[in-house]
């Protein structure tokens, strides 16, 4: 059982009371047989009980048992009038094994000798011994008061243990505490390791939990990349990618840092640091795992070479390429190489600069964009008519696309936030592909309808499934009337 939530056990309070009563009970007996206190009189060395003998024994044991049951009353009463600061149960059992053993020990030396010295000699020599016999045990014991009276480590607590002579960071939540072990629990691979408390304390380690409020539960992961990257690029990327991240999972905290962190044999390592809620209990490996995917997403969109060797001058610049990274996208997914070829030979690059409206609400629409680096924000008017930020579009995303395809306006004012790259395909850049591929109309509406659906559903919670094949039959209608006026 754990101790932090071991409860302090001792006899009621009517006990006490009872025992109290029966200590007076037998001093007012032991007088009358010629001292209050009946241990001093009685002598147990030549081996003969008497009456009195009698007295001392159950004296002694009344004694003990009352100074330890009213010490466990002390501590339940403490406990109960500020639960923020409770007493470890082991300190408790700690108190009550001092107690005992001191009373134990003044009786047996009262009972056999006498002599003062004699027991404050007997005490010391016997405390060394113990103390030399039981030190493991002991040290495990005082560690266990020390991480629980201290705050150092409770249940659940997250704790990062710098392990190895690299100090590689492992994550680890506290299971389990016992008078002399500690039990933690991998949060990546859920693999269970017990420390004695005293080799825990020794540990090179964070209690993550513990941190001041505004401090998360911080992870990082690696990337390494060809030393022929433009190292300022990716760090823009990274960062980006990080934005990203924090504006879309709300158990991010909004902190990171990005950067080049070393150079190994022709490749550049990039290091990605991050933060979450310290109560977080996904494991690095998926929390990577998420940072990872929109990292790699913005890198490709990026034109970030991850072979080993350069590609020829231009090829970042290659529209081909950097549109063929958005061929799962949006209705993309439905051209053949062929359309997209066709597609990239008029397309055209368009670059943005910070503040710059790309989209003007209400405006008839003949082109759409795919965003290819930087962030561009989607602006409102609220009720005030003071236009507002309500969402941000990232690298990996197409903005305008049913407005191009249905010819329905703007709905709402685009801008870039900051400088920005994209890939702008224009009513005349698709019309020929449609009218060469008919077929196409419909599977486009197919995936437009499903979109919208999906939306739908994200928002409302609603099925909207049911109405999917209608909404296509409607976008395909709209399609055909824009482009062919049919």
């Not at 101790?3 to 037998?26: C, D, G």
């Not at 505004?214 to 760090?235: A, M, P, W, Y």
Request: some cysteine; glycine content about 6%; overall charge negative.
């Amino acid at each position: 059982m754990a101790l932090s939530h071991e409860k302090v056990f001792a006899l009621p309070k009517w006990a006490l009371i009872l025992l109290i009563v029966l200590n007076i009970a037998v001093a007012s007996y032991a007088y009358t047989l010629g001292n209050i206190f009946a241990f001093v009189e009685a002598d147990l060395s030549d081996g003969l009980f008497s009456e009195i003998d009698i007295i001392a024994i159950l004296q002694i044991v009344l004694i003990a048992v009352t100074a330890d049951t009213a010490f466990r009353r002390t501590i339940i009463n403490l406990n109960r009038i500020n639960p923020e600061k409770r007493i470890p149960a082991i300190i408790v059992t700690a108190g009550s094994l001092i107690i005992l053993s001191l009373i134990g020990l003044a009786g047996f030396i009262l009972l056999y000798d006498h002599n003062l010295t004699g027991l404050v000699a007997a005490s010391g020599g016997l405390g060394l011994g113990l103390g030399y016999v039981f030190r493991d045990r002991i040290a495990d014991i005082v560690a266990s008061v020390s991480l629980q009276t201290d705050g150092l480590a409770a249940l659940g607590d997250y704790i990062v243990i710098f392990e190895g002579d690299e100090r590689i960071p492992e994550t680890y939540e506290v299971i389990q505490m016992e008078h002399r072990l500690i039990t933690l629990q991998g949060t990546t691979y859920g693999l269970i390791k017990k420390f004695y408390n005293n080799k825990f304390l020794e540990l090179d380690y964070i209690n993550v939990t513990k941190q001041a409020p505004n401090r998360g539960f911080r992870r990082h992961l690696t990337i390494s990349l060809g030393s022929h990257c433009d190292s300022e690029k990716v760090t823009e990327i990274l960062n980006l990618a990080m934005e990203c991240v924090i504006s879309k999972n709300k158990f991010f905290r909004n902190w990171y840092l990005c950067g080049a962190s070393e150079l190994k044999g022709g490749h550049v390592e990039y290091m990605v640091r991050y933060e979450c809620d310290p109560d977080l209990d996904f494991p690095k490996d998926l929390t990577n795992r998420l940072v990872l995917n929109t990292i790699m997403l913005f890198l490709k969109a990026g034109a970030i070479d991850f072979t080993d060797t350069p590609s020829e001058a231009g090829a970042q610049l290659d529209l081909k390429n950097r549109l063929t990274a958005f061929a799962s996208l949006g209705f993309l997914m439905v051209l053949n190489d062929e359309d997209l070829t066709y597609l990239a030979q008029h397309a055209h690059f368009v670059r943005t600069s910070v503040g710059e409206q790309l989209i003007t609400n209400g405006q008839e629409a003949y082109s759409m964009y795919l965003l290819l680096e930087g962030r561009l924000e989607v602006k409102v008017p609220n009720a005030e008519g003071k236009s507002i930020a309500v969402a941000s579009i990232w690298p990996g995303d197409i903005v305008g696309e049913m407005s191009l395809l249905t010819g329905a306006p703007r709905s709402a004012d685009v801008f870039s936030a900051t400088s920005a790259l994209m890939i702008k395909i224009e009513k005349d850049d698709i019309s020929p592909v449609l009218e060469r591929r008919p077929q196409l109309i419909q599977n486009i509406s197919d995936v437009l309808a499903q979109r919208a659906a999906h939306n739908e559903r994200v928002k409302s919670g609603a099925d909207q499934d049911k109405n999917s094949s209608e909404n296509s039959k409607n976008i395909a209608k709209k399609i055909l009337k824009f482009f062919f006026n049919k």
